[in-house]
């Protein structure tokens, strides 16, 4: 792959994540899950601006434009979602644990394989040679790991409680005020 190439994936990759934080986003706020809903949001702002500097760094540095990056639409939200409403489901608390437990799998495993794909094209970008874009690259490697663990550190946290509802709403405030918090720091 040439620098050229690496780059449109890369963008490619970042808008994609922003509309699967997007989508799970409005998942979680369909959910009522106020404080997951507000970590997703942060994750979209976050990770646009991520989206505009490789853009910027690479216009820059390479006096060209990123034009055919070829984002996927993610596809978060099921199909059944759409026809539902939880004010006429009988056994909604079961729906609902189904639910958070998809979209806290299908969060972990997106970070999980972006990870492997930022590692890849760290590897790219040093095997031919272009040290100081790896090393821009760098940060968002380590960025999206510990994106992962976080995940995976919650999803632990909910699988100890076999992902109860009760437990899971009561700590919604509070990731709420936290989240809500971070992102009014990340435009400050
Ligand atoms: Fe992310």
Wanted: one cysteine or more.
């Amino acid at each position: 792959m040439n620098v050229h190439e690496i780059f449109e994936d890369l963008a490619g990759r970042m808008v994609t994540a922003t509309m699967l934080h997007s989508q799970l986003c409005s998942y979680f706020t369909f959910l009522s899950l106020e404080g997951l809903a507000a970590r997703h949001k942060y994750q979209y702002f976050e990770e646009s601006n991520g989206y505009l500097k490789l853009e910027e760094y690479y216009t820059k540095h390479y006096n060209k434009i990123l034009l055919d990056a070829i984002p996927e639409n993610p596809r978060i939200i099921p199909l059944d979602m759409k026809s539902i409403s939880f004010y006429n489901i009988s056994d909604k608390h079961e729906l609902i644990r189904r639910y958070i437990m998809d979209g806290m799998n299908k969060w972990i495993d997106w970070e999980d394989q972006s990870l492997v794909f930022y590692s890849d094209m760290y590897k790219e970008l040093i095997n031919i040679n272009d040290i100081s874009a790896a090393d821009f690259l760098l940060k968002y490697v380590k960025d999206t790991n510990k994106e992962l663990m976080d995940a995976q550190f919650l999803d632990k946290q909910l699988r100890s409680t076999n992902y109860d509802l009760p437990t899971l709403y009561d700590s919604q405030d509070k990731d709420f005020k936290k989240y809500s918090k971070k992102l009014k720091e990340l435009f400050s």
